[in-house]
């Protein structure tokens, strides 16, 4: 039994620290950018609390409902802020709101045994508002053709490879058409990585 409540108590942890890493950064941002957008640290904090708590209950009363229940009544608190305050002064993106959902989602997750990837995804969410700058920027200069050579990578990655069969098709047992496409798709995802940092950083760097 002790095992168990320190596993609980330490799932609460993890959802309080994920709620803690997104809601600095909301924030520094609403501290700089947005004074009046939704959210800081300590909203964030209870979102993830909310989405824990609901979740713990959840499973300990074996009732997804309750955790369905928290989750749509986050949605429509976030979503009537979102139009407060687009009443009250210019238009302001979702960012926050979205931010604000998934960190209670996040929490949930922690709860149902998913902590690992819930940090991973907490950590990528911040990572994403606080590069906001830079991506916007790289966004900004890229062109049709980078497009169209992202899509065509994606084709090859996502389609064409599972297609072909991952055996030797010659009598040499030698030609294997998954293993040669796959070389191919690594030999452009390079190539393609390598185009995005001289984007991004330069081309002396």
């Not at 709860?111 to 994403?128: D, K, L, W």
Request: net charge neutral; glycine share 8%; with cysteine.
């Amino acid at each position: 039994m002790l095992e168990i409540d320190a596993l609980v108590v330490r799932n609460f942890l993890i959802a309080l620290a994920i709620g803690a890493l997104v809601g600095i950064e909301r924030e520094k941002h609403k501290a700089t950018e947005h004074p009046n957008s939704f959210g800081g640290v300590r909203t964030f904090i209870l979102l993830a609390q909310i989405g824990a708590v609901s979740s713990w209950l959840s499973l300990h009363l074996q009732s997804p409902w309750i955790f369905i229940v928290a989750l749509l009544g986050v949605i429509c608190a976030v979503l009537t802020a979102y139009v407060i305050e687009n009443r009250q002064t210019q238009a302001l993106g979702l960012t926050s709101q979205i931010s604000a959902i998934t960190v209670c989602l996040l929490g949930g997750a922690v709860m149902y045994g998913y902590a690992e990837i819930a940090v991973v995804m907490a950590i990528v969410t911040s990572a994403i508002l606080t590069f906001k700058q830079p991506l916007h920027g790289f966004v900004a200069r890229l062109g049709t053709d980078d497009l169209v050579a992202a899509v065509k990578l994606a084709i090859a990655t996502f389609i064409v490879l599972p297609l072909l069969p991952n055996a030797p098709i010659d009598p040499w047992l030698i030609f294997n058409p998954y293993k040669l496409w796959l070389l191919v798709i690594l030999i452009s995802g390079l190539s393609l990585l390598g185009y995005v940092a001289v984007r991004i950083l330069g081309q002396a760097k």
